[in-house]
């Protein structure tokens, strides 16, 4: 890009600036909107019809995320390592246990729900 912007045609999804939008950063996104009408751009609203979606996918895509690399976090190649551990099923579930707070293990077991769900969707009848 040039950092000539006349002629672009920018996006503004009016829709996401309804209820619960902080006003500060409505203000900031309005200013910020405005700048680029002034240096040439067209602002153009679109809908974005499956935003109301926005916040499942994003916790179900998330907590798949954080389950899926958390996992390689037990204590022999990566991370935290429990002490005294005799078997290797203990040390993992020790190191998992001591080393990663509530709010990791949360998301861990939330990230197995969605493909478990799932699997049993196609075993069970």
Not at 20 to 42: F, M, P
């Amino acid at each position: 890009m040039t950092g000539d912007i006349k002629g672009a045609r920018i996006g503004f999804p009016r829709a996401l600036f309804g209820e619960g939008l902080d006003s500060e950063v409505r203000v900031a996104v309005e200013a910020a909107v405005e700048t680029y009408r002034e240096l040439g751009a067209e602002v153009v609203a679109v809908e974005l019809p499956h935003a109301k979606y926005a916040i499942a996918v994003y916790y179900i895509i998330a907590t798949a995320e954080a389950s899926s690399n958390l996992a390689r976090f037990d204590g022999v190649r990566y991370g935290f390592r429990a002490e005294e551990a005799n078997e290797f099923a203990g040390h993992v579930r020790r190191t998992r246990a001591e080393g990663f707070g509530p709010e990791v293990k949360r998301r861990i077991m939330l990230g197995h729900v969605r493909p478990v769900c799932r699997l049993l969707r196609g075993v069970l009848p």
